[in-house]
């Protein structure tokens, strides 16, 4: 068993009967929570590197790292080429991360839905087919 299906549970099956109300709130929850700690790693991480970088303060390096992690873009003004970059580089990254974090998000709703359809068929509410 891996690491994400020890952490999130597996999901249901085709076949298997779709979890009750509360246990989905559970999922939501943990997928939040993932994603609510890989926005604060990214945030750390550029904060950390308009300080390294461009040498701006705390809050002016969360200012920056913020407008971009939300896709603002950069208040300062970025004078170093490793600053630049490393803009560049943060921003391209946080385009990635919030597909990322939207997928995160969406996954278990997507799959609920798409497991009540196909359930609803297979327990023979589908009466397409007959005449």
Not at 1 to 8: A, D, G
Request: glycine share 14%.
């Amino acid at each position: 068993m891996s690491l994400l299906q020890k952490q999130f549970g597996s999901y249901e099956t085709k076949g298997e009967k779709p979890i009750t109300w509360l246990h989905f709130v559970d999922r939501l929850m943990q997928h939040g929570a993932i994603a609510l700690v890989l926005i604060a790693i990214s945030l750390g991480l550029g904060m950390a590197g308009y300080m390294g970088f461009e040498h701006l303060g705390f809050v002016d390096a969360y200012l920056n790292a913020s407008m971009i992690l939300g896709g603002m873009g950069p208040v300062a003004e970025v004078k170093s080429t490793g600053g630049k970059l490393f803009a560049g580089t943060y921003a391209l990254y946080s385009g990635l991360l919030f597909l990322v974090v939207a997928g995160l998000l969406l996954a278990p709703v997507v799959h609920r839905v798409l497991h009540k359809f196909h359930w609803e068929i297979s327990e023979g509410n589908d009466n397409m087919g007959e005449k």
